[in-house]
């Protein structure tokens, strides 16, 4: 019987920026900077990092997956900044990451921006078979990386806007692919977790920081499928569903993994995703939600959800108790 534990961060928003050069300021990112040290160096805090990764450690997940965000006005040293937060976090073959629109704040070169991440997304690639390789660019999406019998699958939202605009895009191409390698994926019969930085449905944000082709990323899972989806973005914990032919699909939104634990929409939160396959091929999983103390200490348990086949619904995963 397979089981793994998949973590689910997001939005770590690193801090503190590195010192920008005047230059680097030019355009959108002044707007940007003034909002860090205006209001966000006060929301998102290193050390809330540092607590969550003690924490993560202790819990000791299977695997971590980590939907975006992870700096703030993309200049190039916060891109190594996180490079290395992700490496307190792991190697590349234990977390996952797909890009966030701050990743993609301003257009970059790819080599010195989320390129410097292409261990944490590396995979296998649609039309190319089991040979794994790095995104080669920002619209090289999406890549999957098989944990067993669970595929992960990472898409990128992530496109340079104008200015107090907050959107993201998948785009034909990828929306394409995405078909492509849930459709063979699902033959299978694995579990398919699709990783988005966008909350990916109608509604999920306001139209300046919506998803804009959300619409056909729905239609993409009510056609192909997917076990379970997750997302990031908003910095508020949800808990959606789309529809698929084998019944409805779960789709988790996490927090801001840096927020402190006042004064913000929700403090920091992270997510474990216990999956597990039945002896009869049923997958069947919980959620347990893990919080940042009101001290800003530690971590305690949040909350539980257990999720099993709804026959009502088809094969489709049903909340059984909140
Ligand atoms: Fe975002």
Redesign the pocket.
């Known amino acids: 019987m397979a089981s793994l534990t998949l973590a689910h961060i997001?939005?770590l928003h690193i801090g503190p920026l590195p010192v920008p050069g005047l230059r680097a300021l030019l355009g959108k990112r002044i707007t940007g900077f003034l909002s860090w040290r205006l209001k966000r160096a006060a929301v998102h805090r290193r050390e809330v990092l540092e607590t969550l990764a003690a924490d993560l450690a202790a819990q000791r997940p299977d695997h971590i997956a980590v939907t975006?965000?992870l700096v703030n006005i993309a200049l190039g040293g916060e891109f190594v900044q996180a490079r290395d937060f992700l490496r307190q976090l792991g190697t590349g073959s234990h977390v996952t990451v797909v890009p966030?629109?701050?990743d993609a704040y301003v257009a970059m070169p790819w080599a010195e921006s989320t390129g410097l991440w292409r261990d944490y997304m590396t995979g296998r690639h649609a039309g190319e078979g089991e040979a794994e390789r790095p995104p080669r660019d920002a619209e090289d999406f999406p890549f999957v990386r098989r944990l067993g019998d669970v595929a992960l699958v990472g898409v990128s939202t992530a496109i340079p806007t104008a200015p107090f605009v907050?959107a993201?895009a998948l785009g034909a191409r990828q929306l394409t692919r995405l078909g492509e390698v849930l459709d063979a994926l699902g033959r299978e019969r694995l579990f398919r977790v699709v990783l988005i930085?966008?909350p990916p449905f109608a509604g999920g944000a306001y139209k300046r920081?919506s998803l804009r082709d959300a619409g056909a990323f729905a239609e993409v899972i009510r056609r192909h499928g997917a076990e379970l989806v997750l997302h990031?973005?908003?910095?508020v914990s949800s808990l959606g569903r789309l529809a698929s032919p084998a019944g409805p699909v779960p789709v988790f939104g996490v927090p801001s993994a840096s927020a402190v634990a006042k004064n913000h929409k929700d403090p920091s939160r992270y997510h474990l995703y216990r999956i597990r396959q039945e002896a009869n091929g049923a997958w069947r999983f919980s959620a347990s939600v893990r919080e940042l103390a009101a001290d800003g200490r530690g971590y305690a348990p949040a909350g539980e959800m257990t999720f099993a086949p709804d026959p009502a619904a088809g094969a489709g995963l049903e909340p059984q108790c909140a």
């Open positions: 997001s939005d975006g965000d966030g629109n701050h907050a993201g930085h966008h920081k990031g973005h908003m910095h």
